[in-house]
């Protein structure tokens, strides 16, 4: 992805948005590239505990945005990459604190100022003004969706607006897939849904109980390697890989199919 | 029919079909009330050009390629 500035959205809450922008933003850093990860969802703040850094936020983007600190002084550093860093947002304040100016001209100093190669922007749920103040200073949009009714609509509805919005690199991650259920035909296949919303894919990302473990002791699982084999770890690093513009395989997490699908394909076919 | 025979029916093919109907709605910002408003209205008209008590109509909005289409299939009485 050309796109500096790249906001994680999804319309319905709960799909994995701030999970995402932690571990591709980790990735992403690990891959080093200088990375600043901003949290939006005033009021409801949490990127700072899944990233561990909760300890360490003094000032956030509102400070920012209302003149009480710098935004240096509002820039924590993540402990494990150096390169990893973290705009927390405030937990007291609501969304009228948010202007989609103040958010521009703070991308935009991260980018020319400070220096960062690549800032993600995790946006709230919704699609008022929390989003739009997400997505006013981004030029890429991660679509994040799990292969379910409600949060495929919602997407198809965050996509509309992400277009009105004229943003020229919109991705989709289909993010929960559980290929056992997907085998069984009681869940979307990746083709269903890019075929559904018609916008380029650019991850997809398997149920994983070990993102839960890794959110509880505060460390993106993309930062795990060796070890047990972290799949949704290993598929947010695939993701940053692919935004940096490498062709990376997707690994197949569908099992063959069974002697009477292909069957059925042979006679269909006559 | 060798789809009945071996496999049972997906509830993921019917989410797809629910998902696609549903989201040509919202693209078209139509709420299927009204389109069933639409769908009589056109009747309406069409009756009174083609009397006819076949009842097999069919009005829908779907994607084709990039623009959203309103489909009718409504047969006339030809004899």
């Known amino acids: ?270 | 029919m060798l789809r009945n025979l071996f496999g049972r029916n997906k509830s993921k093919d019917q989410l797809k079909e629910r998902l696609k109907l549903v989201l040509s709605y919202d693209r078209a910002k139509l709420s299927p009330g009204s389109m069933e408003e639409l769908k009589r209205e056109l009747l309406t008209v069409i009756k009174k050009y083609f009397p006819s008590d076949d009842g097999d109509y069919d009005v829908k909005v779907e994607q084709q390629g990039d623009r959203m289409v309103l489909v009718a299939n409504l047969p006339v009485n030809a004899s």
Do not use: W
């Open chain 1, 1 to 270: 992805m050309n796109a500096k500035a790249i906001v994680v959205t999804s319309g319905k809450g709960g799909v994995g948005k701030t999970t995402t922008t932690a571990n591709v933003g980790a990735a992403l850093a690990r891959l080093g590239e200088k990375v600043c990860v901003i949290d939006t969802d005033v009021g409801l703040r949490n990127l700072d505990v899944v990233m561990g850094l909760e300890g360490r936020v003094v000032y956030d983007l509102i400070d920012v945005f209302e003149g009480r600190c710098k935004l240096r002084q509002a820039i924590i550093r993540d402990k494990r990459v150096d390169t990893l860093h973290l705009l927390a947002t405030s937990q007291t304040r609501d969304k009228s604190a948010l202007s989609e100016e103040r958010m521009r001209e703070t991308v935009r100093a991260l980018l020319e100022d400070e220096g960062f190669d690549r800032v993600l922007i995790d946006s709230p749920a919704g699609i008022e003004s929390g989003f739009q103040t997400a997505a006013s200073a981004a030029s890429g949009a991660l679509v994040v969706v799990n292969p379910e009714v409600s949060s495929v609509r919602d997407a198809d509805r965050i996509i509309g607006l992400l277009e009105a919005r004229e943003i020229p690199e919109v991705r989709l991650i289909i993010n929960r897939l559980r290929p056992e259920m997907v085998k069984r035909g009681d869940m979307l296949e990746v083709d269903d849904v890019l075929e559904i919303l018609g916008v380029k894919l650019i991850g997809i990302v398997p149920e994983d109980e070990r993102i839960l473990i890794s959110t509880n002791i505060g460390s993106p699982a993309s930062l795990e390697e060796g070890g047990p084999k972290v799949a949704a770890g290993a598929a947010f690093r695939d993701i940053a890989r692919r935004i940096r513009g490498e062709d990376v395989a997707y690994p197949s997490f569908e099992q063959p199919k069974g002697i009477f699908a292909g069957l059925r394909r042979v006679f269909g076919a006559g």
